[in-house]
């Protein structure tokens, strides 16, 4: 179930400018090819009938930077991820002026 969820997330996600793949629970968004940052968005079991998503910030060595979770309806967590991740990449990922 997990997996099929971040297909669905990774698909709904992936456009020209941000790389969005699935593999297996997660799906790893690549969010401009200048910073080589990259979002996790992770799938998981959490109480009857609810998701756990977990987002991730991991540097360019792939360590762990920063993370944010929640639960959410498991028929609205590719939906719900998919809105998350624009917001988090907004805070995480500023403009540059």
């Known amino acids: 179930m997990f997996d099929t969820i971040?297909?669905?997330?990774?698909?709904?996600?992936?456009?020209?400018?941000?790389?969005?793949?699935?593999?297996?629970?997660?799906?790893?968004?690549?969010?401009?090819?200048?910073?080589?940052?990259?979002?996790?968005?992770?799938?998981g079991p959490a109480v009857q009938g609810l998701v756990q998503v977990d987002f991730t910030l991991l540097d360019a060595k792939k360590a762990h930077v920063d993370t944010v979770s929640g639960a959410v309806r498991a028929a609205d967590a590719s939906e719900a991820a998919?809105?998350?991740v624009f917001d988090l990449i907004e805070v995480w990922f500023p403009p540059v002026a």
């Open 6 to 43: 971040a297909r669905e997330t990774a698909a709904l996600i992936h456009n020209p400018g941000i790389q969005a793949r699935a593999i297996l629970n997660s799906v790893y968004v690549d969010v401009t090819p200048d910073d080589e940052r990259t979002v996790k968005i992770a799938f």
């Open 82 to 84: 998919f809105k998350v």
